[in-house]
């Protein structure tokens, strides 16, 4: 947990990539050692699986619930795909702040274009692009997966390519070679920690009230 006794910015870490790219596997480390970091639980109307726990692997609700929701503002984003819908509820960013931590989650580049259009004050959005050295790996380890048909496999690749096209709306590149699952997982911790300290109107706001200064208007 970070220190309260100063300056505590609100982080809603997202992160970005290809299929293939390995981001469900930073994810889950990031989850499962950082202390600092809460994963978002996604929503979601498709059905359970049997070996899945309602609150922990997604909040399962129905169409008409999750509509009903959209409605209400209640999403942070929200997409479909393949007929279900996916979102992240805006209550996982109030409960990881309530726990004095940031939120991280796996999203696409739609719904991390959602979040970069918000206002979310007073969290702010970090949002992280995870890629293979080349586009040559990319495809290599798509095809060892041995999951999807030639014409499925030409079709992510394609998806992969129209998404980068949004790189530059996003804040870093992480690049995420094989076997280095856990020196990409320092690196995020490294941009994170780095952007808990970034200067914003919150943390002059707090310099201004603890050091009884009057802050420069230029």
Not at 85 to 103: F, N, Q
Not at 114 to 129: D, S, T
Request: glycine share 6%.
């Amino acid at each position: 947990m970070r220190d309260a006794r100063f300056h505590n910015p609100s982080l809603v870490v997202v992160l970005s990539g290809p299929s293939g790219s390995g981001k469900s596997t930073v994810i889950d480390v990031l989850c499962r050692t950082d202390s600092t970091l809460r994963c978002a639980v996604s929503a979601t109307t498709r059905r359970a699986r049997p070996d899945e726990v309602d609150g922990s692997d997604y909040h399962f609700l129905s169409k008409a619930a999750f509509e009903a929701r959209i409605q209400q503002g209640e999403f942070l984003e929200w997409a479909e795909y393949g007929g279900n819908l996916y979102g992240t509820l805006k209550t996982e960013i109030a409960a990881a702040r309530r726990g004095g931590k940031d939120t991280i989650l796996e999203i696409e580049v739609k719904g991390a274009l959602q979040i970069r259009a918000q206002n979310l004050e007073p969290a702010r959005a970090l949002l992280l692009w995870l890629l293979p050295p080349s586009f040559g790996l990319l495809e290599e380890r798509l095809r060892l997966r041995n999951t999807e048909s030639e014409s499925e496999l030409a079709q992510r690749l394609d998806i992969a390519k129209s998404e980068l096209t949004h790189i530059q709306d996003y804040d870093y590149c992480i690049i995420n070679p094989d076997d280095a699952v856990e020196k990409v997982v320092r690196q995020i911790q490294a941009v994170i920690t780095a952007e808990r300290s970034r200067i914003d109107s919150e943390l002059t706001r707090v310099v201004h009230e603890r050091f009884g200064v009057v802050l420069s208007e230029s």
